[in-house]
């Protein structure tokens, strides 16, 4: 079968960039294809939030530290020279959002990244925005 294309002419109006076409083409068997495999609005919802908690500098900090090794709220505090409160308010917006986990030990509560998925989150990123810098 064929892949079935629509064009249409754009009016010689509109200012062109590199960017776009001076037709627009609809290749009908690409946007079905993609179409079918794009996640429910819910979904992408869900990844756009997870995008915004990681978007946060503070949590971003917290998060390589813990990329680096497990810590209490006091190490990471003193680490990144915040207070307890501070960090405590980060650790629950992560741990909601599934990103840490704690463990208990006595009376000191240790944090770690929640699972491997979040690591290899971690370390892509950081890959790729050490990538032109190596």
Same mark, same amino acid.
């Given at each position: 079968? /064929? ?6 002419? #754009? ?11 001076? /037709? ?28 915004? *908690?990681?978007?946060? #500098?503070?949590?971003?900090? *917290? ?31 992560? /741990? ?24 290899? *989150?971690?370390?892509?990123?950081? /890959? ?7």
């Amino acid at each position: 079968m /064929k892949n079935k294309m629509i064009t249409e002419e #754009r009016p010689e109006t509109v200012e062109l960039c590199e960017e776009t076409c001076d /037709k627009t083409v609809i290749h009908a068997e690409v946007v079905t294809k993609v179409k079918e495999k794009i996640p429910s609005l819910e979904v992408l919802s869900e990844m756009a939030e997870l995008f915004k *908690i990681l978007g946060d #500098r503070t949590r971003t900090r *917290i998060l390589y530290a813990l990329f680096e090794s497990e810590m209490c709220v006091c190490d990471l505090a003193y680490l990144l020279g915040m207070s307890q409160s501070s960090i405590s308010h980060q650790l629950r917006v992560l /741990k909601q959002a599934k990103l840490v986990k704690n463990r208990k030990e006595g009376k000191v509560v240790y944090y770690s990244l929640a699972d491997s998925h979040i690591i290899q *989150i971690f370390d892509q990123v950081l /890959k790729h925005v050490n990538e032109d810098k190596i």
